[in-house]
């Protein structure tokens, strides 16, 4: 019998998605748990599997396309059970079926005598008015237009822009062509007023477009050509904009002497594992764990909207991964009870899979801090930029022999450059060069973290 599949819920707070792979073709046959199709959600991409096994018989989506959870993506054959439709997911997540239509019915349950019929008053007609508005305005493309653009919209939904005093130019409409609705209106709206107010952003198309002035005809000047923006890039575009024009950032320099425990490192990896081998940035996860809970501070979230700083008692440690994709930051959760090994195995595992597209979208949340390390492809130094809501990120550089200054003379030392940004709305100058500073005599001396 046929059976449908549909969009099971992913992640918590994830409600749509694009396809970015199909693995099947109409007559494959399928067993349970197969994947049907890969999709990309926010900074991940999960595996979507079959609940049930049977023959595809229909495929409902395309690779590129942009489904919401609950959508219908396959048709299946199989050769047990009646037709019905299995979701894993829909709206509450909780997976359901939709119950086959009872073929065997009482004739008193089927049918309605002519009595009850005849007795039964006909509804009375709507009015008019009642109908007219549930028709929709025509789009206007004549109107408004600025420059060589028209605003896709309804005279009504203009009317409301200007009474809200929004440009409707810097609405993104979500309808048919960009067509902007009066909800894609109220919601930006209540979006900007978010910002503003520091209390967060409600999930939009693409909420980074907005401040994006018209461009210029670049055909005028050349050939040119497009591709379109990945579902990483867009929310990694909104992000970013979204940090760099809310918070006021403050990034710091300095330097550490990492000769001693670049050693160890080397020595202790001649005879480990290769899941097991120790990184550069394992050492840092374990150092930074240790250098927020001395600074509780710098584990926080700042709440303007109820005028409080959230500090969180527990750490979790965003690491960097530069992929194909574009930049995804998987989390390491609670480093600071693990030891370097440990965090090590971890963190070699999730950067493995985060390339691999394997990663889940659970084991990118809940990140307090974030470490951004560069050392493997160059650069003496950057400035990174803090991911919301947290307020400090660690920057790490590539580590060189220098010439150090010991009191007496020089002598050659591996320093590495770190740079630390953080929200100076919630961290001072001085408590930021102290933590850096901790951070740099952890490394050069680790007995500092029993200390």
Not at 202 to 225: I, K, M, N, W, Y
Request: hydrophobic share 40%.
């Amino acid at each position: 019998m046929k059976q449908e599949i549909r969009i099971p819920e992913v992640a918590e707070g994830v409600t749509a998605g694009t396809v970015v792979a199909l693995v099947v073709a109409v007559g494959d046959r399928v067993e349970t748990d197969q994947t049907l199709l890969e999709l990309e959600t926010d900074k991940a991409v999960v595996a979507i599997p079959t609940p049930i096994a049977g023959t595809i018989s229909e495929i409902l989506v395309a690779e590129g396309d942009k489904v919401e959870i609950g959508a219908l993506i396959v048709s299946l054959e199989d050769s047990v059970g009646t037709e019905s439709s299995i979701d894993s997911g829909g709206e509450d997540g909780r997976g359901k079926k939709v119950q086959a239509k009872a073929e065997d019915q009482t004739a008193d349950e089927a049918t309605v005598s002519t009595e009850d019929l005849a007795a039964t008053p006909a509804p009375a007609p709507e009015p008019l008015e009642v109908v007219q508005d549930a028709v929709a305005e025509p789009l206007d493309l004549t109107s408004v237009r600025r420059d060589d653009r028209v605003a896709p919209a309804a005279p009504s939904v203009r009317r409301l822009a200007r009474e809200l005093g929004v440009d409707i130019y810097q609405v993104q409409g979500t309808g048919p062509a960009g067509r902007i609705s009066a909800e894609d209106v109220r919601s930006f709206v209540h979006d900007t007023m978010q910002r503003v107010t520091g209390g967060g952003i409600q999930t939009s198309e693409f909420p980074g477009l907005h401040a994006q002035r018209p461009l210029p005809d670049f055909g005028r000047f050349g050939e040119v050509s497009r591709e379109p923006l990945s579902r990483v890039r867009e929310l990694t575009a909104d992000a970013m904009g979204y940090a760099w024009s809310t918070i006021p950032m403050v990034t710091q320099y300095d330097k550490a002497k990492i000769g001693k425990i670049e050693e160890f490192r080397k020595t202790f990896n001649l005879k480990a594992a290769t899941e097991t081998k120790l990184t550069m940035t394992a050492f840092m996860v374990k150092v930074c764990a240790a250098a927020l809970s001395a600074f509780p501070h710098f584990n926080s979230a700042l709440d303007l909207a109820s005028r409080e700083l959230v500090l969180q008692h527990y750490i979790n440690i965003g690491v960097a991964v530069d992929t194909p994709n574009g930049l995804l930051v998987p989390v390491i959760q609670g480093p600071d009870h693990k030891g370097v090994e440990r965090i090590a195995v971890e963190l070699n595992d999730l950067a493995a899979r985060t390339r691999e597209r394997r990663i889940n979208p659970a084991e990118m949340e809940g990140g307090t801090f974030t470490i951004s390390n560069l050392g493997g492809i160059g650069g003496s130094a950057f400035t990174p930029i803090v991911y919301a809501p947290q307020v400090a990120i660690l920057g790490v550089s590539e580590a060189e022999v220098q010439p150090v200054w010991n009191g007496a003379e020089f002598e050659p030392q591996l320093m590495m450059p770190l740079c630390l940004t953080y929200d100076h709305r919630v961290i001072d100058g001085a408590a930021g060069a102290r933590f850096l500073r901790w951070i740099c005599q952890a490394l050069e001396n680790p007995l500092h973290l029993v200390m």
